[in-house]
C-alpha cells in the first residue's frame, strides 16, 4: 500500500483560497489545515478578553483584533489567526495586501484540548521570531488558569501561572490589569 504525503501549496495559493473561503485555515509552511470552532466557554472569554483590551486602550496607539485577523510569521512561512491580538499603530501589514497583520506585540490563545500542544509548543516558538512580540498568554477554558509569557530581553521569557478567579492579571506590553474574575465572567466550570 502506497501513502501519499499531503499536497504542499505555495503562499500565493493559500492567500487566493481564503479570499474565497467561508471558513478560516492556517498556513504551515506549505500545508493548509482548517481551523475549527469553537465552544461557548472559549467564544465567551475571546470576547471578554477583546473587550477588556478594547476598553482599557481606548485612544492609545493600539489595534486589538479577534480571531479573524491573520497574521503573518515569514521566519516560519505560517500564517495563523490567533484568538486575540493586539499590535501597535502603525499597523504594518505583509508587502501588497491588506489583510495580513505582521507587527503583533501581545497574542493570546484560548485553549482547547486539540490545539492544548500545539499552541504552547510550536506556536510559542513561531510567535517568538516576530521582532515586535511581548507578551502571550495561554487561557484554559475547562478551568480557570492562564499561564502568562512576558518577553524579558531576547531569547529570555518570564512564565508566571494564574490560578483561580482572584487577583489580576498584569500585562506589561499594554500597561493593562485584566482581573482574572472579569476575563472569565459568564463562564461556567
Request: proline fraction near 5%.
Amino acid at each position: 500500500m502506497t501513502v501519499s504525503s499531503p499536497k504542499t501549496y505555495t503562499a500565493e495559493e493559500y492567500l487566493a483560497s481564503e479570499l474565497e473561503s467561508d471558513l478560516r485555515h492556517e498556513f504551515r509552511n506549505g500545508e493548509i489545515i482548517e481551523m475549527t470552532g469553537g465552544t461557548p466557554a472559549h467564544n465567551e472569554i475571546n470576547g471578554n478578553l477583546l473587550m477588556l483590551l478594547k476598553l482599557a486602550l481606548r485612544g492609545q496607539p493600539y489595534w486589538v483584533f479577534v480571531t479573524d485577523q491573520r497574521l503573518w510569521l515569514p521566519e516560519c512561512n505560517l500564517y495563523t489567526y490567533p484568538d486575540v491580538m493586539v499590535a501597535a499603530k502603525p499597523l504594518q501589514l505583509q508587502e501588497g495586501r491588506t489583510d495580513t497583520v505582521m507587527n503583533a506585540i501581545f497574542v493570546a490563545e484560548v485553549l482547547s484540548k486539540s490545539t492544548r500542544s500545539y499552541d504552547l509548543d510550536e506556536k510559542f516558538a513561531a510567535y517568538r521570531t516576530i521582532p515586535t512580540f511581548q507578551e502571550y498568554l495561554l487561557i484554559d477554558q475547562y478551568s480557570p488558569q492562564v499561564s502568562h509569557y512576558t518577553k524579558q530581553r531576547d531569547n529570555q521569557w518570564l512564565f508566571t501561572d494564574y490560578a483561580g478567579m482572584e487577583g489580576n492579571l498584569h500585562c506589561s506590553s499594554v500597561a493593562v490589569e485584566i482581573p482574572l474574575a472579569e476575563l472569565y465572567g459568564n463562564v461556567e466550570f
